[in-house]
């Protein structure tokens, strides 16, 4: 086949097997959303039969002699290229799924579908006892995955290069380490000041449909395109691109609770931002996709804590605020802005302040990759996360839906996930300090409701970018230096050094 041929060959095949992919993201989107309880098995079975289809098409061996065939090509096109990109990836995400066996693929894609609803039926029961066949199973799956696929070190690599391409648990370890020293150091000194500041002013009575109006407002002033999404309620929030133009994001709402939901939509719609900013005519080509999870949460993190959590983005707020929930009427700035960065060490991740949110994610890793190896038994589980949450934030869980069972992702079998989180904030910081380097003093643009500049900048930046460079390349390029947490950590030295009255810290 002539290179060209054998390209543009590719290019509809990988195509033609996004658009299934993409159905399966709708599929979990409507078993997460609207699907009755009593329709999740057949949905697992739904996706387990895509999903044995999609992995025939990606292990196709056409594929393999169609890349050779366009290696000239590439090298006629150079190493920028989108050609070259597409090629790069391709090659490499062949060569990994044409390790894993059909059957594994398949059994563990349905495993995944079973496991997320015996979560969403189990939590709220507080079974750990019977959700823990389903961690078990998975966790046997993903041992297999990661030796049909191989790695160096340990196994735990094998699932983190999946979401984070070209890291494993040895490159990363020593980003947390110091964001983990650093953050220990900074929680100490917090507690010898005398406490944390209150929340009382977010924790009043904000009904629900007040809360989405707000959220839908909010969101589209950070430039969601409500025309090309919509946004629905779940027990888990997400956010997924079913395709071009079709962009998911899911929330929950608690009436007591002003921060969980309009934080949780603000983080799910710097997803949706990145997804909608995906060049479309790229769709099914790895110039058309997300770089990595690492990136995906760098987007989302950034929105939610260095934009929504910041006093210029109150100060344009908060008039807006007051106007739709009484709780705020008589609120003061400085009072909401302190409510909503408030250091509360407490046991749900996904409720946790900036501060402590990295906690939750090393105690993940370091339960995963003892998981993978090995060395901890899924048994053990409660028990090791009890004791880890009270090492590092000196709390224990009072049960296991507000412990071991509190997320959703070792219910689908998403080994490797979580450090993606604690990469985003790294990456985050990282880039804000770029944008601010390019664009001034975007806390003022923030003041007035101008968020049209930051937008832009990270659609050149990074999203129109799509997965043309890995992550850490991207990080590099945009900001001039390898993926480093001492941003991140002077971001959390100068805000809570501030907010809570501290000495600045020796250096």
Known sequence: MPPREAYDWLRAHSVDTARLETTVSLLSWDQGTYAPPLGHHHRAEQIATLTRIIH?????PRRADAIHACLGLAREAGPDSDISANLRIWQREHERQSRIPEDLAVATARAAAQGESAWERLRPKNDWKGFLPYVEHLLR???????????????????LDKYEPGETAASVAPLFDALQSASADLLGRIAQRGGTRSAEVVTRHFPPKEQERFARHVMTDMGFDFMGGRMDTTAHPFCTRIGPGDVRVTTRYRDNDFAEAFFGCVHECGHALYEQGLPGDHFGTPCGRSASLGIHESQSRLWENLVAR?????????PFAAYAFEAFRSALLNKVYYAVNAVHPGCIRTDADELTYNMHIFLRFDLERRLMSGSLDVHELPDAFNEGMYALLGV???DSASGVMQDVHWGAGLFGYFPTYALGNIY???????????????EA?????????LL????????????RLDPRDLVREVTGNAPDASALIS???????????LRPKRS
């Open 56 to 60: 025939t098409r990606r292990t196709d």
């Open 445 to 453: 643009m923030f003041a007035r409701g101008d968020f049209a500049p």
């Open 491 to 501: 971001h959390l030295e100068h805000k809570y050094t501030e907010l809570y009255g």
């Open 310 to 318: 910041s006093h210029g983005f109150w100060t344009h707020y908060l």
């Open 428 to 442: 985050a910081a990282q880039f804000m300090d770029a944008a601010r380097r390019e664009l001034g003093d975007l």
């Open 141 to 159: 799956l993903r041992r297999e995955e990661a030796d049909a696929v191989g790695y160096e070190r340990e196994p735990y690599d094998a699932m």
């Open 396 to 398: 224990t869980p009072k």
């Open 456 to 467: 832009g900048w990270l659609r050149t930046a990074i999203h129109t970018k799509g997965a």
